[in-house]
């Protein structure tokens, strides 16, 4: 069954308007320049909506709009993409388009936002309730992708330094491929050299968000070294024990030598994953 949903129209001026219709007229540019937006065009065209077309249709605007405006039309795409699509589903906010099955349509999304910004999403409430349980405190983002996060925690006046064993653009990611049109980092993100010559002090705020899963040890190293340097505060983002992140090793630690502290009520997810934002401190 559809959950009833308010649909927030898009608004652009005359002028972005018209470059949007030069540029879809104009299909060897799209290609060329923005490959991932023609790749969900020609994909959206042929699969499931919501059954909702002209949310559908808000939707590829909105993408569309915000894929191929980068940070010069928004300073967080992401969210200004999905958020007329949230919907309140058993207890939580998830992007589903108003359909407690979401959609193809939606899904083919997902995957493409994902890699092109972070796979949570920084809703601005979250955002909000990030920087009050830092009080302040800096923060050390691990596993931080494109610094997408990082940028979002910035802009809300926290210091935030990024690390990857792979930075988007200096290093190969998988998980986040390059492409034509879209932002290698938004945040400056060094790689684990640079980690591991910072000052054993940990006074700041762990951050991992979707830290690997599926038995990679990444998650309960970080949290190790973390706790050997004397640090208090973790905010993790991801899936709960079992899922699609962190190790079993990571869990164990959280519940012997951890306190959960907070959790975001509005934290926004797809309605395919389970995450979650916590507030951690050491016991």
């Known amino acids: 069954m559809r959950e009833t949903q308010s649909m927030a129209k898009l ?21 060329s320049e923005f490959p991932k937006v023609a790749e969900y065009l020609d994909m959206a065209a042929g699969l499931a909506g919501t059954g909702d077309d002209q949310a559908d249709a808000q939707f590829d605007l909105r993408f569309v709009h915000y894929m ?9 795409p992401y969210w200004d993409i999905v958020e007329p699509f949230v919907s309140e589903h ?81 290093a190969g990611n998988p998980s986040f491929p390059g492409a ?11 790689d684990l050299a640079a980690f591991r010559t910072r000052a054993r002090s940990a006074g ?7 830290p690997p899963g599926w038995g990679d040890s990444m998650s309960s190293e970080a949290l190790a070294l973390f706790e050997e340097a004397g640090g208090q505060q973790l905010i993790y983002i991801g899936e709960p024990k079992g899922g699609k992140t962190g190790n079993d090793a990571f869990f164990e630690a959280l519940s012997s030598r951890w306190r959960l502290d907070s959790t975001d009520s509005n934290f926004v997810s797809w309605w395919t994953d389970a995450d979650v934002a916590q507030g951690w401190v050491r016991i």
């Not at 979401?102 to 999304?109: Q, T, V, Y």
Request: charged letters at 20%; aromatic letters at 10%.
């Open 68 to 76: 191929t405006g980068g940070s010069a039309v928004s300073k967080n």
């Open 204 to 210: 700041y705020v762990l951050f991992l968000c979707w």
């Open 90 to 170: 058993d207890g939580r906010r998830v992007v589903n388009g108003g359909c407690a099955e979401g959609s193809a349509r939606l899904a083919f999304a997902q995957m493409l936002l994902q890699a092109t910004y972070a796979y949570a999403i920084p809703a601005p409430e979250t955002v909000e309730w990030f920087a009050s349980f830092c009080a302040g405190s800096p923060v050390v983002e691990l596993g931080a992708g494109r610094g997408y996060w990082a940028a979002q925690l910035t802009r809300a006046g926290l210091i935030v330094d990024a690390y990857d064993s792979a930075p988007p653009d200096r």
């Open 180 to 190: 034509a049109g879209q932002a290698d980092i938004w945040h400056p993100v060094r």
């Open 11 to 31: 608004t652009m001026t005359s002028s972005r308007w018209d470059e949007l219709t030069a540029l879809l007229r104009d299909e060897p540019r799209l290609r």
